[in-house]
């Protein structure tokens, strides 16, 4: 394998795609990619001046100032509201208190208590000062699917005004077993976007439940109770005026908490969660069950920003190829014993902006691109996409004539790699461009290892994709890096490990890192959008993709190949 990457490396030297290496002994796959300089960009981003980058604090001014001034000193263009940097992005903040609580009535008996963080976790995103319900009824609607296309309806029309829809996560054909109706339905151990937490309260909005509470189990969703509760009841959300549904109260329940919830009414989860499998499965309410409390909310409204810079295309400049990764964290925190933390987030995603702005400087130092180059740093993705979803839907560019989108949202600190991830496989043609970079440069593509995690569905592309726009996410916590030291074994030591600090304080920038391969993955995102930006090329959604229909919607609007 090393001698192919020696190959691969003098293929693309004469090809005149990268400069010449500095030494015969390592190949530069990844120029012009600079991995000393990605390094001084996270340790920045992740240093205490930006404690943590949360949206509406200090620390966010800081980070939208600094990625502006990185812009203006490679040379771009201001690409944001009203010829500025950035794009104002309206939210609600909310938090409620960390004492909330909430009293389940059952029939004549005492009840169950349940308490924010241990039994329960409690949001909203309602701009109020307490959320009050009053004895609702509880509704299992199984998996919270309305999915025409496949033959899917766990609702049945029934009536949720007024109450509390229980949910399980992930997709109803997550635990099938072959040959049960359910299989293939969805996506098998893959998860869809019917299988996201974000799906499952915008239905239950939709079908006028007051509430959602989904049922936490650690295989479906993928990552434990513990990551539930991090956020410590603080909700982000776009504030659009009262022009979108919501609930009053969304959370989740505690697995083992929601099966003694369910026995204690007579019912056996276990057994409904099979029910919920079947295309003939209607809801359920938990007979003599209703939910009562009342819990303060501190409500704040509050203006964050995108970061958008653009090189201007000098043939197609209607025509954009967008490259982009989020510049928010979790900010500044208290731990379990009350102790200060800061949440740096300096791999998630810090590593992406600082690959964002490694390609923006091969672009402006190269021949002036046909097509326009739009460079996005989003706000709030860390809070459910809000940054990159209020841009989709406050477009500064024609998405019909949006080219593609690239989105990158973690990178690894491994070094080097045999291969190189799709997430998502068989979306679109954008991952066949990829992975014929990356087999120039050496690597093999592989389909995620966890598709299960819905990571498809979990960053800033996903908006685009909704919106029709072909796209391509690298998320480097895909799979086990095959590393060019140390192979699987150590591949899969560097992804625990930083498992062991997603979203925590330990996502800290350190020396000891090496960072060829992320600069390796920037460099192949570069060459895929490079070959968009001198063409007359227009990526496509594959047959199967539930975002081609949208895409065909405003072929018109596109010039033909």
């Not at 169950?112 to 319900?133: A, G």
């Not at 987030?345 to 992406?352: E, M, Q, R, V």
Request: glycine content about 10%; some cysteine; proline content about 6%.
């Amino acid at each position: 394998m090393r001698s192919a990457r020696f190959s691969a490396a003098a293929f693309l030297i004469g090809m005149g795609l990268f400069a010449s290496p500095s030494k015969a002994a390592e190949p530069l796959v990844y120029a012009p990619m600079n991995p000393a300089r990605m390094s001084d960009v996270i340790r920045t981003l992740a240093s205490d001046p930006f404690e943590g980058r949360a949206p509406g604090t200090i620390g966010a001014i800081r980070s939208v100032n600094y990625i502006v001034s990185q812009f203006q000193a490679i040379g771009l263009e201001p690409a944001g509201d009203n010829g500025t940097w950035t794009q104002e992005v309206p939210m609600i903040h909310t938090k409620v208190a960390p004492d909330a609580l909430a009293h389940f009535r059952i029939g004549a008996s005492d009840g169950l208590d349940f308490h924010q963080s241990e039994q329960i976790y409690l949001t909203t995103s309602t701009p109020s000062s307490q959320i009050r319900i009053a004895d609702a009824p509880l509704v299992f609607v199984g998996y919270g699917v309305t999915a025409p296309g496949r033959d899917w309806d766990d609702f049945k029309n029934v009536d949720l005004k007024g109450k509390i829809a229980v949910i399980l996560i992930n997709d109803p054909d997550f635990r099938a077993e072959p040959g049960e109706p359910v299989a293939g339905r969805f996506g098998g151990r893959t998860m869809t976007y019917y299988g996201r937490w974000t799906y499952k309260y915008e239905e239950a909005a939709r079908r006028g439940a007051i509430g959602a509470l989904i049922i936490h189990d650690t295989a479906a969703a993928s990552y434990p109770w513990s990551t539930v509760i991090a956020p410590g009841g603080e909700t982000f959300d776009l504030d659009r005026k009262g022009k979108s549904e919501s609930l009053v109260m969304r959370g989740w329940i505690e697995g083992q908490a929601a099966h003694e919830l369910f026995a204690r009414s007579g019912l056996d989860l276990d057994r409904l969660s099979q029910q919920a499998r079947r295309p003939d499965f209607s809801p359920v309410t938990l007979p003599g069950v209703t939910l009562t409390t009342s819990i303060d909310v501190n409500t704040t409204r509050l203006q964050s920003r995108n970061v958008l810079a653009k090189l201007p295309g000098t043939t197609h400049p209607d025509e954009t190829i967008v490259y982009g990764a989020h510049w928010d964290a979790f900010g500044k925190s208290k731990g379990p014993h009350g102790e200060a933390m800061i949440r740096r987030g300096a791999i998630d995603d810090a590593s992406g902006i600082a690959a964002v702005l490694e390609i923006a400087r091969a672009f402006k130092s190269g021949p002036a691109p046909e097509r326009t180059i739009l460079f996005g740093a989003w706000t709030a993705e860390e809070r459910g996409l809000l940054g990159s979803t209020w841009y989709v839907e406050h477009p500064l560019v024609s998405l019909p004539k949006t080219v593609a989108n690239f989105t990158i949202d973690v990178l690894q600190m491994g070094g080097m790699a045999h291969n190189a991830f799709l997430v998502g496989a068989g979306q679109d043609s954008l991952q066949d461009d990829f992975a014929t970079i990356a087999s120039s440069q050496g690597r093999v593509t592989v389909n995620e290892a966890l598709p299960e995690r819905g990571a498809f569905y979990r960053a800033d592309h996903l908006p685009f994709a909704r919106a029709g726009v072909p796209v391509l996410p690298i998320m480097d916590l895909a799979g086990y890096p095959d590393l060019l030291q140390g192979g699987v074994p150590a591949g899969r030591k560097w992804l625990e490990a930083y498992m062991a600090c997603y979203h925590q304080p330990c996502d800290a920038w350190s020396a000891s890192w090496d960072l060829r391969g992320a600069a390796e993955d920037a460099a192949a995102l570069y060459e895929v959008g490079r070959s968009l930006a001198f063409s007359r090329m227009w990526p496509s959604w594959k047959q199967g993709s539930e975002f081609k229909a949208l895409r065909e919607r405003t072929d018109s609007e596109r010039p033909a190949l």
